[in-house]
């Protein structure tokens, strides 16, 4: 999954997107004190970063 894709799936759950100065940052509303990053690479994220990623947003 790129980090487009990610993005992408992370918004339409409700989660908000910042641009930062290296990554972006995902915040939810109801979910306070939890921020993601989400990097700015072209590619696929590997996987244990992916599957980090889903858990901590609850995603997975």
Same mark, same amino acid.
């Given at each position: 999954?790129? &980090? =487009?894709?990610? =993005?992408? =799936?992370?918004?339409?759950?409700?989660? %908000?997107?910042?641009?930062?100065?290296? /990554?972006?940052? &995902? %915040? /939810? !509303?109801? =979910? !306070?004190?939890?921020?993601?990053?989400? /990097?700015? /690479?072209?590619?696929?994220? !590997?996987?244990? @970063?992916?599957? +980090?990623?889903?858990?901590? @947003?609850?995603? +997975?």
């Amino acid at each position: 999954m790129t &980090a =487009k894709e990610l =993005k992408r =799936k992370l918004i339409t759950a409700g989660w %908000t997107i910042t641009e930062g100065s290296r /990554h972006e940052l &995902a %915040t /939810h !509303p109801n =979910k !306070p004190g939890v921020q993601v990053a989400i /990097h700015r /690479h072209a590619g696929d994220i !590997p996987n244990r @970063t992916l599957n +980090k990623l889903l858990k901590a @947003t609850g995603l +997975k």
